[in-house]
Nanobody, 116 residues
Framework: QVQLVESGGGLVQAGGSLRLSCAAS????????MGWFRQAPGKQREKVAL???????SYADSVKGRFAISRDNAKNTVYLQMNSLMPEDTAVYYC??????????WGQGTQVTVSS
């Protein structure tokens, strides 16, 4: 069983920064993708940033230039550095892991609130 534990969420003023972390533990098979999604109240969950094991990344248009995803493959950990935060970034942020067998695992979510 794979467990994902997120940390780093909180309350920040607009223009501020936060860094999210997600550590995977347990019986972890080969990982292909780790990344972040978010869900705001009344909205669907959306992709924020993904990172392939080989290093390629993809970002939602709304966060390009402000957020940066990184991974420590040795520690099975993924990070999301969020800068220039805006109130519309307020959401629950979820870590996601996809294996080579296309199994997906999710963290419990961490709240990010950006005040104006």
């Amino acid at each position: 069983q794979v467990q994902l534990v997120e940390s780093g969420g909180g309350l920040v003023q607009a223009g501020g920064s936060l860094r999210l972390s997600c550590a995977a533990s347990g019986r972890i098979p080969s990982i292909t993708v780790m990344g972040w999604f978010r869900q705001a109240p009344g909205k669907q969950r959306e992709k924020v940033a993904l990172m392939q094991t080989g290093g390629s990344t993809s970002y939602a248009d709304s966060v390009k230039g402000r957020f940066a995803i990184s991974r420590d493959n040795a520690k099975n950990t993924v990070y999301l550095q969020m800068n220039s935060l805006m109130p519309e970034d307020t959401a629950v942020y979820y870590c996601q892991l996809t294996t080579a067998r296309l199994d997906s695992y999710w963290g419990q979510g961490t709240q990010v609130t950006v005040s104006s």
